[in-house]
C-alpha cells in the first residue's frame, strides 16, 4: 500500500454496499481515483467473492477484478450492535452507494432519510434495475433480464432474421450501469462541493443501458414522423465482420472516400475515380452494404501482416483480431503496462488492470489489493473511535464478522 498521490477524490470516503459487478465496479473506479472506499459486506457477502476458481476461497476473479483500492468491514446487520456501527460510519462518510431494494434497506434502518438524519450532505446513490417511477419498479434485475428488456438480445437478429436473439458475451448492461453511478456520484459531489447540499441519486439499469445502445438504433425514430428505421445501418450490416486475410483475420475501417480508393488498391481492384459509390460520405454510407462485401473479398488477396503494414503505412485504419488470451501480450497494452503483475497478500501473484485514466496531475493510484471478508474490521472500528473491548465484544457476538485464509 502506498500513501503519496493518492488521485483526484482523495478525502472522499465512500460506503460500498453493494454487491455482484454495477456498484463493486462504480466504487473500485472511486477507489482507483483516490477515495476511501469501505465495502460493507454481509457474513455471504456475494456470489463474485465465491464463484471461479481461486488460491483461496472468497477472492473469486471478478471478485478480485472489481474490489481493488477498497477496504472490508463485514457486518451482520441483523446482529446487535451492527447497525450501530455501521451509523457511525455512516456519519463520517460522504457516499453511500448500494443497490439493496429499498424496502429491504429501510428496513435495516438505511433508507435515504435515516442516513441524511446522521449525514445531511451524504451523496446517496441507489442502483436499481428499473426506475422507480415505472411500472417495473422494485422488481429484481440482472444484466440478462436487463439485457433482454433493452433489446440487446436481439441486435443480432437485425443482421440475420434466422439467427435466434443471444445474450452479449460480456455483463454489458452490468457494467455500462456501473460507469453510470461512477459519472453520476462524481457529479453529485461537485454539485455539493458548489451548495453544501447533499442528494438522493438514481441509477436504474434499464434505462442507463437503453440510453446506451440506443444512442446509434434509434436511427430514423429519432425524428416524428420516422424518417428512417431502426437500427444504424452501418452497424447492423451483415458483412461487417473481421475480414479473412490469407492466413487469418483482420478489421479494416476505412472512413474516407480516399481511404476506401486505396485499400481496393492494394488489394489489386482498383476502382474508377468517377465510381459514384466513393465519390462523397453520402455515396459511401448509401453503398455500405455492398463495399463491405466487396471489402470481405478483397482482404483475401494478402496476407494479415500485409494488410497491417501497408495501411498504416496510408493510414487507413487497422487492426489485427486478437483473442481473449493474446491480450496478455499484446503489443500496445504492454508497453503502456496495462496488465499489472502483483504479489496479493493471501492469493500470491496476480494480474491486475490498471486505471485506464490519466490525470496529469492527480493520477490515479493502486492502495489496497482485493480485500479478505473482514480484514479491515478493527482498522475501520478503531478510526472511528471505538475501543477493542466493544470490538472484541462485537466480534463475540457475529455482529462483526470475518473470514481470512490462514496464515
Known amino acids: 500500500m502506498t500513501q503519496d498521490k493518492r488521485g483526484p477524490l482523495d478525502g472522499i470516503r465512500v460506503i460500498d454496499m453493494s454487491t455482484v459487478v454495477l456498484g463493486p465496479y462504480a466504487g473500485q473506479i472511486m477507489g482507483d481515483l483516490g477515495a476511501d472506499v469501505i465495502r460493507v459486506e454481509s457474513p455471504q457477502s456475494d456470489m463474485t467473492r465465491w464463484a471461479g476458481n481461486s488460491p483461496h476461497a472468497g477472492f473469486g476473479p471478478i471478485f478480485m477484478n472489481c474490489n481493488r483500492n477498497k477496504r472490508s468491514l463485514c457486518l451482520d446487520l441483523k446482529k446487535e450492535g451492527a447497525r450501530e456501527a455501521l451509523m457511525e460510519l455512516v456519519k463520517t462518510a460522504d457516499v453511500f452507494l448500494h443497490n439493496v431494494r429499498l424496502?429491504?434497506?429501510?428496513?435495516?434502518?438505511?433508507?435515504?432519510?435515516?442516513?441524511?438524519?446522521?449525514?445531511?450532505?451524504?451523496?446517496?446513490?441507489?442502483a436499481v434495475g428499473f426506475g422507480s417511477d415505472g411500472p417495473y419498479a422494485g422488481r429484481p434485475a440482472y444484466d440478462d433480464l436487463v439485457q433482454a428488456a433493452a433489446s440487446a438480445v436481439s441486435l443480432n437478429t437485425m443482421i440475420d432474421p434466422d439467427e435466434e436473439p443471444r445474450y452479449m458475451a460480456t455483463l454489458a448492461a452490468d457494467k455500462t450501469t456501473g460507469l453510470h453511478a461512477a459519472y453520476a456520484t462524481l457529479a453529485a459531489l461537485f454539485h455539493r462541493e458548489r451548495t453544501g447540499e447533499g442528494q438522493f441519486v438514481e441509477v436504474p439499469m434499464l434505462e442507463s443501458f437503453t440510453s446506451f445502445l440506443m444512442i446509434e438504433h434509434l436511427n430514423g425514430h429519432t425524428?416524428?414522423?420516422?424518417?428512417?428505421?431502426?437500427?444504424?445501418?452501418?452497424?447492423?450490416?451483415?458483412?461487417?465482420?473481421?475480414?479473412?486475410?490469407?492466413?487469418?483475420?483482420?478489421?479494416?475501417?476505412?472512413?474516407?472516400?480516399?481511404?476506401?480508393?486505396?485499400?481496393?488498391?492494394?488489394?489489386?481492384?482498383?476502382?474508377?475515380?468517377?465510381?459514384?459509390?466513393?465519390?462523397?460520405?453520402?455515396?459511401?454510407?448509401?453503398?455500405?452494404?455492398?463495399?463491405?462485401?466487396?471489402?470481405?473479398?478483397?482482404?483475401l488477396t494478402r496476407t494479415s501482416d500485409d494488410w497491417m503494414s501497408l495501411l498504416t503505412e496510408a493510414d487507413v485504419p487497422v487492426m489485427k483480431v486478437n483473442r481473449i488470451e493474446d491480450l496478455k501480450t499484446e503489443e500496445h497494452l504492454s508497453a503502456v503496462d496495462f496488465f499489472e503483475h502483483r504479489?496479493?497478500?493471501?492469493?500470491?501473484?496476480?494480474?491486475?488492470?490498471?486505471?485506464?485514466?490519466?490525470?496529469?496531475?492527480?493520477?490515479?493510484?493502486?492502495?489496497?489489493?482485493?480485500?479478505?471478508?473482514?480484514?479491515?474490521?478493527?482498522?475501520?472500528?478503531?478510526?472511528?473511535?471505538?475501543?477493542?473491548?466493544?470490538?472484541?465484544?462485537?466480534?463475540?457476538?457475529?455482529?462483526?464478522?470475518?473470514?481470512?485464509?490462514?496464515?
Request: with cysteine; aromatic share 10%.
Open 103 to 126: 424496502e429491504a434497506v429501510e428496513r435495516l434502518g438505511f433508507g435515504y432519510e435515516a442516513v441524511r438524519a446522521v449525514r445531511p450532505d451524504i451523496v446517496y446513490v441507489h
Open 223 to 299: 425524428y416524428e414522423p420516422p424518417l428512417g428505421d431502426y437500427g444504424y445501418h452501418r452497424v447492423i450490416n451483415a458483412h461487417r465482420r473481421p475480414y479473412r486475410t490469407k492466413d487469418g483475420y483482420v478489421c479494416i475501417m476505412p472512413y474516407s472516400s480516399e481511404q476506401w480508393r486505396t485499400v481496393f488498391r492494394l488489394g489489386g481492384t482498383p476502382v474508377a475515380d468517377d465510381d459514384p459509390r466513393f465519390k462523397s460520405m453520402a455515396g459511401i454510407a448509401g453503398n455500405i452494404r455492398e463495399l463491405y462485401r466487396m471489402l470481405a473479398e478483397v482482404t
Open 343 to 407: 504479489q496479493h497478500p493471501w492469493e500470491g501473484g496476480y494480474r491486475s488492470m490498471r486505471q485506464p485514466v490519466k490525470f496529469s496531475a492527480s493520477p490515479a493510484s493502486f492502495r489496497y489489493d482485493p480485500p479478505g471478508l473482514g480484514e479491515h474490521n478493527r482498522e475501520v472500528m478503531r478510526e472511528l473511535g471505538v475501543p477493542d473491548e466493544r470490538i472484541s465484544a462485537l466480534e463475540a457476538s457475529g455482529a462483526l464478522h470475518s473470514r481470512m485464509p490462514k496464515q
